[in-house]
């Protein structure tokens, strides 16, 4: 599949950044931007994302392979490889499966588990009581999604996602069925039949509890040269609320 990206600079070693779960490569722009005087960086729509095509099937698996195909369609033989929430799962498949193509991996607040409990289903109600069709104005979703997603910041991303077509009607760039359907994948843990023997960086957000104790000894198990990094002060969108120490972090450990 080919993926929508942006590439931020040509600068140094090549280092692929992938977003979470309803997002865009325009979420970790900010990062990219700080890394950007660093290494070569390209930020990618993953399938059923942004720009990028849309496709019934959403597995881990599937989503590294894109990640495969997009090294060697810009002829990058191994990256760096950084990944917040869903877009880290994806890039620990991708470097459990094929290792010799990521140097180093840095994850954002995300785990190899299976997290069993659905986390976004009010999302996906609120996404689904939109009728599309019929929107005249921003305004009118966003008061559709008020009665589902009580947080207006969380709103706000999710909004990020609808857009115009060329017709002027209003349409969404997230595949919302395909991302309910295959949601049970989404979630699901990462193959644990093989190892990642290089340094892989994980970042938790001091206040985020998707990355937690419990989850040692999987970590430990897939990756037994894994490090963590709390970034204080940060929920699960640590990326957006301290940029700058993610972006240092992720620098140090890239060039340690």
Known sequence: MELNFKQFSDVGEPLVMVHGLFGSLENLAGIAKLLSDSFSVYSIDLRNHGRSPHSDQMTLADMAGDIVEFLDSQNIDSAYLFGHSLGGKAMMELALSAPERAKKVVVGDIAPVDYV???HEHIFAGLNAVDIDSVIARK??????ANFIKEPPVRSFILKNLYKT?????AWRANVKALQVNYSHIIGANRSDMQYLNPILFLKGE???YLLPEHRSEVA?????ADLKVVTGTGHWLHAEKPNMVARLTATFLND
């Open 140 to 145: 009118d979703v966003d008061d559709v999604l």
């Open 166 to 170: 060329e017709s002027g009607h209003f």
């Open 207 to 209: 206040h985020s509890d």
């Open 117 to 119: 409990v659905p986390r």
């Open 221 to 225: 198990k897939r990756f037994p040269n």
